[in-house]
Protein backbone atom coordinates (compact mmCIF):
# COMPACT_ATOMS: atom_id res chain seq x y z
CA UNK A 1 0.00 0.00 0.00
CA UNK A 2 0.62 3.41 -0.38
CA UNK A 3 0.75 6.06 2.61
CA UNK A 4 0.63 9.97 2.17
CA UNK A 5 1.25 11.92 5.15
CA UNK A 6 0.55 16.03 5.02
CA UNK A 7 2.08 18.46 7.55
CA UNK A 8 2.31 21.99 7.84
CA UNK A 9 -0.74 23.15 8.61
CA UNK A 10 -1.87 25.98 11.66
CA UNK A 11 -2.72 28.95 12.30
CA UNK A 12 -1.97 32.57 10.51
CA UNK A 13 -3.00 35.79 10.20
CA UNK A 14 -4.39 37.04 7.12
CA UNK A 15 -1.33 37.78 4.56
CA UNK A 16 0.65 35.78 6.05
CA UNK A 17 2.62 32.37 4.68
CA UNK A 18 2.44 28.95 5.16
CA UNK A 19 4.30 25.61 3.80
CA UNK A 20 2.48 22.43 3.44
CA UNK A 21 4.41 18.96 2.51
CA UNK A 22 3.09 15.86 1.44
CA UNK A 23 5.32 13.06 1.84
CA UNK A 24 4.10 9.55 0.42
CA UNK A 25 5.71 6.44 0.95
CA UNK A 26 5.16 2.93 0.79
CA UNK A 27 4.80 0.45 -2.22
CA UNK A 28 5.98 3.08 -4.95
CA UNK A 29 7.40 2.45 -8.27
CA UNK A 30 5.89 6.14 -9.90
CA UNK A 31 4.43 8.64 -8.91
CA UNK A 32 2.74 10.57 -11.73
CA UNK A 33 0.47 13.69 -10.83
CA UNK A 34 0.83 14.98 -7.71
CA UNK A 35 -2.10 17.58 -6.43
CA UNK A 36 -3.40 19.54 -3.60
CA UNK A 37 -7.29 20.12 -2.82
CA UNK A 38 -9.02 21.53 0.08
CA UNK A 39 -12.38 21.75 1.38
CA UNK A 40 -14.13 24.69 3.51
CA UNK A 41 -17.10 24.18 5.91
CA UNK A 42 -20.08 23.44 3.70
CA UNK A 43 -18.12 23.85 0.54
CA UNK A 44 -17.71 20.78 -1.89
CA UNK A 45 -13.64 19.72 -2.36
CA UNK A 46 -11.94 21.70 -4.70
CA UNK A 47 -8.36 21.25 -6.37
CA UNK A 48 -5.95 23.82 -5.83
CA UNK A 49 -3.01 23.27 -7.60
CA UNK A 50 -1.11 20.27 -9.00
CA UNK A 51 2.07 19.04 -10.52
CA UNK A 52 2.76 16.40 -13.36
CA UNK A 53 5.56 14.12 -13.13
CA UNK A 54 7.79 17.05 -15.43
CA UNK A 55 6.82 20.05 -13.87
CA UNK A 56 4.08 21.41 -15.35
CA UNK A 57 1.51 23.16 -13.56
CA UNK A 58 -1.81 24.31 -12.80
CA UNK A 59 -3.35 26.79 -10.15
CA UNK A 60 -7.57 27.54 -9.55
CA UNK A 61 -7.58 31.33 -10.34
CA UNK A 62 -8.34 32.47 -7.09
CA UNK A 63 -4.35 31.24 -5.83
CA UNK A 64 -2.55 32.36 -8.74
CA UNK A 65 0.44 33.99 -8.09
CA UNK A 66 -0.15 33.27 -3.86
CA UNK A 67 0.14 29.98 -4.17
CA UNK A 68 3.60 27.53 -5.43
CA UNK A 69 3.15 23.94 -5.96
CA UNK A 70 6.75 22.31 -6.07
CA UNK A 71 7.83 18.19 -5.90
CA UNK A 72 10.62 16.63 -5.22
CA UNK A 73 11.09 13.52 -7.09
CA UNK A 74 13.50 12.14 -4.65
CA UNK A 75 11.79 12.43 -1.87
CA UNK A 76 8.16 11.76 -3.17
CA UNK A 77 7.24 14.89 -1.54
CA UNK A 78 5.10 17.55 -2.87
CA UNK A 79 4.86 20.93 -1.54
CA UNK A 80 2.52 23.85 -1.62
CA UNK A 81 3.90 26.99 -0.56
CA UNK A 82 1.30 29.46 0.65
CA UNK A 83 1.42 33.32 0.66
CA UNK A 84 -0.92 36.06 0.67
CA UNK A 85 -2.64 33.91 2.97
CA UNK A 86 -7.14 35.17 3.02
CA UNK A 87 -9.51 33.94 5.47
CA UNK A 88 -11.03 32.39 2.08
CA UNK A 89 -8.40 30.05 2.21
CA UNK A 90 -9.04 28.53 5.61
CA UNK A 91 -9.89 25.18 4.91
CA UNK A 92 -8.60 21.18 5.17
CA UNK A 93 -5.92 20.77 2.70
CA UNK A 94 -5.86 17.11 1.27
CA UNK A 95 -2.87 15.99 -0.48
CA UNK A 96 -3.90 13.59 -3.64
CA UNK A 97 -0.88 11.53 -5.63
CA UNK A 98 -1.56 8.92 -8.75
CA UNK A 99 0.57 6.10 -7.87
CA UNK A 100 1.78 3.31 -10.03
CA UNK A 101 2.66 0.72 -7.42
CA UNK A 102 5.88 -2.14 -7.28
CA UNK A 103 3.31 -4.88 -6.74
CA UNK A 104 1.35 -4.18 -9.81
CA UNK A 105 2.99 -6.39 -12.58
CA UNK A 106 0.20 -3.89 -14.77
CA UNK A 107 0.99 -0.85 -13.52
CA UNK A 108 -1.95 0.56 -13.28
CA UNK A 109 -1.94 4.27 -11.60
CA UNK A 110 -4.37 4.70 -8.63
CA UNK A 111 -4.88 7.90 -6.76
CA UNK A 112 -4.23 8.25 -3.13
CA UNK A 113 -5.37 11.03 -0.18
CA UNK A 114 -4.03 11.98 3.20
CA UNK A 115 -5.54 12.75 5.81
CA UNK A 116 -5.98 16.47 5.30
CA UNK A 117 -4.25 18.94 7.51
CA UNK A 118 -6.34 22.36 8.55
CA UNK A 119 -4.88 25.61 7.16
CA UNK A 120 -7.18 28.33 9.37
CA UNK A 121 -6.54 32.15 8.34
CA UNK A 122 -7.87 34.80 11.03
CA UNK A 123 -6.57 37.50 12.85
Known amino acids: QVQLVESGGGLVQPGGSLRLSCVAS????????MRWYRQAPGKQRELVAG???????NYVESVNGRFTISRDNAKNTVYLQMNSLKPEDTAVYYCNCNVVRQADPLRLPVDYWGQGTQVTVSS
Open 51 to 57: ITSGGST
Open 26 to 33: GNIFRINA
